[in-house]
């Protein structure tokens, strides 16, 4: 029988099949018939025996962790003790679970604030960002059982209250006609004016903040959804 593997923890040597007829069978380490570690999403051919999957054989294709004793990995192999960096970051199919998506989401935010250090190439860098922020934040949503179109939100509020804040603390300074140094001698009347456009500065950054805590801390559905099957395996 065909199947694909959920979930396989390295350390346990223990793991979860989902079979083509829809059973979910549990495994070993030891009915690994293939010389590589497997991570979840690999297809293999395997023998069933009550709910243990047996003679497990990952099938051609399918991607895999570093090899086992006696082993090898492919040159092409994106995946480190379960973990696959290639589809976290680049992939906008199916789910992730939330330390997955931390995990990338520091690395990102690592890279970033490097590349806030280099000029021109920098700023490339950031555009290069954009995707795989887009892509760990939809598969976040996914694990949720959300569309993957909220992730629009915080780019488009951020957008607009930026764009708010901009205006009205522009047409606040206009209407104002007083110089700079009246508004040093009566803040009042400044934050009277600005407070509304700053206001709105803030929110374009509470907003993005609020929605990152909602998809990094919402647990997400448990057993398969629309979108895949469960990245812990449950």
Same mark, same amino acid.
């Given at each position: ?62 991607? %895999?962790?570093?090899? /086992? *004793? ?5 040159? &092409?192999?994106? #995946?480190?003790? =379960? !973990? ?62 959300? %569309?993957?179109?909220? /992730? *629009? ?5 951020? &957008?607009?209250? #930026?764009?708010? =804040? !901009? ?68």
């Amino acid at each position: 029988m065909r199947g694909e593997i959920l979930s396989y923890d390295t350390t346990a040597g223990t793991g979860l099949i989902s079979g083509d007829d829809g059973t979910r069978y549990d495994f070993t380490s030891a009915a690994l018939q293939s010389p590589a570690v497997p991570a979840a999403g690999v297809r293999v051919d395997f023998v069933p025996e009550g709910a243990a999957a047996t003679q497990i054989l990952i099938l051609a294709g399918s991607p %895999t962790t570093t090899g /086992v *004793a006696g082993g090898y990995a492919s040159s &092409t192999d994106t #995946t480190v003790a =379960g !973990f696959d960096w290639q589809k976290l970051f680049l992939s906008f199919e199916g789910r992730t679970r939330r330390s997955h998506f931390w995990i990338g989401w520091l690395i990102l935010l690592g890279v970033g604030v490097v590349a806030g250090w280099l000029p021109i190439i920098g700023a490339l860098i950031s555009l290069a960002l954009i995707w795989p922020n887009l892509a760990i934040s939809v598969k976040r949503l996914h694990d949720m059982g959300k %569309t993957g179109w909220l /992730v *629009a939100i915080p780019w488009v509020a951020a &957008t607009v209250f #930026t764009i708010i =804040g !901009f205006v009205m603390v522009m047409g606040a300074a206009f209407a104002g006609g007083m110089g700079p140094d009246y508004y040093e001698d009566n803040p009042a009347a400044f934050f009277a004016l600005m407070g509304p456009g700053v206001g709105a500065f803030i929110l374009a950054g509470l907003v993005p903040l609020a929605f990152l805590l909602w998809i990094g801390l919402v647990e997400g559905d448990k057993g398969d959804n629309r979108f895949g099957p469960n990245p812990k395996g449950e």
